[in-house]
């Protein structure tokens, strides 16, 4: 009698765990499948942000350039070479190569100040380091909002 009830104790405890475990394991993966298109998405626009800078600065009398895209915006910001300046032309051939390159661009911000370029630099940083692009609205916003030619 006695072995009997262990072993219905025990058949009943493994359908039990491995109940639990089959629900616990469908969950998990459902949301691990819901990061990870959050995260491929964020990854993609890191991915176009990389081109458009990699194309940017191979421009005749650019020496840096750094590219964040938010929404349909990508905002550019470049390191001048010695003895350069941003012209209108310079700008006209930036915005040119971007919106070329980059089907989903409908506005181009172009900055050249160093604040510019280090603000977007610490913010693709802390993306690349797996941050949402939520924790940034406010500052991308808040360069958003500056004066650009």
Known sequence: MKKNILLLLIISSILTISCVDENTNKSETENKDSLLSVEASDKDILERSE???????????????????????????????YDQNLTDETRETIEKVVKENDDLIKDVKIAEDEKTFNEIEDILSELLKGKSYDDFVLDINKILDRNFK
């Open 51 to 81: 081109k458009i800078s990699d194309l940017v600065v191979e421009l005749f009398g650019i020496d840096g350039a750094t590219t964040l895209i938010f929404n349909d915006t990508a905002i550019v910001s470049v390191i001048i070479s």
